[in-house]
């Protein structure tokens, strides 16, 4: 009967060893878990952030383009017309300032 006894303590300690190990093993792998869900989502951030600064590059890349378009067209404006003060200087000084200031001159 003794033997029935320490027979059933011992079952009792396994069970309770077995069940406190489990709880360690399930509590280990929640962390684990919770763990690789942060990682994911980190990394999920870092994917969208990369998205947003390729989107900044390109629309910094446009803008400068149309920035460098602007320049080039005021450039050429610059260069093929006089400005209004300048013709109105030569016509006070009587220069042509058109072909058509032969005609009514």
Do not use: C, H
């Not at 919770?34 to 994911?40: C, P, T, Y």
Request: overall charge negative; glycine content about 2%; hydrophobic content about 40%.
């Amino acid at each position: 009967m003794v033997s029935a006894i320490s027979g059933s303590s011992q079952a009792a300690q396994y069970s309770s060893s077995n069940s406190s190990s489990n709880a360690a093993q399930e509590a280990a792998l929640e962390k684990q878990i919770q763990d690789l869900e942060d990682q994911a989502k980190a990394i999920t951030d870092q994917v969208k952030a990369a998205q947003v600064q390729q989107d900044i590059a390109v629309a910094q890349a446009r803008l400068d383009a149309l920035k460098a378009a602007d320049k080039v067209a005021k450039a050429a404006q610059d260069q093929s017309a006089p400005s209004a003060a300048a013709l109105r200087q030569a016509e006070f000084d009587g220069e042509k300032t058109t072909s058509t200031n032969e005609f009514w001159m």
